[in-house]
């Protein structure tokens, strides 16, 4: 009985980790200076793929034309950006 309680627990506490990892994943940092992005930020999202800061990606773009994680072009930064109501 009580090998079954613990490996219940053990299914339990591994479910609760993963979903505690999920929260606190890259997916929420600039892909530019690796700062955690907040909904107050300016966000740019210039193919839906990868989210930067809107002053990130604009200063990146004068140096090169392309994602800085995936190299798809990217020709105008400022269009892209993303109002967040």
């Known amino acids: 009985m009580s090998y079954i309680v613990f490996e219940l627990r053990l299914i339990l506490y591994s479910f609760i980790f993963f ?3 999920n ?3 890259v997916e929420n940092e600039c892909g530019i200076c690796l700062e955690t992005m ?5 966000q740019v999202n210039p193919h839906g793929q990868h989210k930067y800061h809107y ?3 604009l200063e990146w773009n004068k140096q090169s ?3 800085p ?3 798809d072009a990217i020709q105008n930064p400022k269009r892209y950006l993303l109002v967040i109501a």
């Not at 907040?38 to 300016?42: A, G, H, K, R």
């Open 69 to 71: 994680l995936c190299t």
């Open 19 to 21: 979903q505690l990892f």
């Open 23 to 25: 929260l606190f994943t």
């Open 55 to 57: 002053k990130c990606i």
């Open 65 to 67: 034309k392309t994602c």
């Open 38 to 42: 907040f909904e107050v930020d300016d």
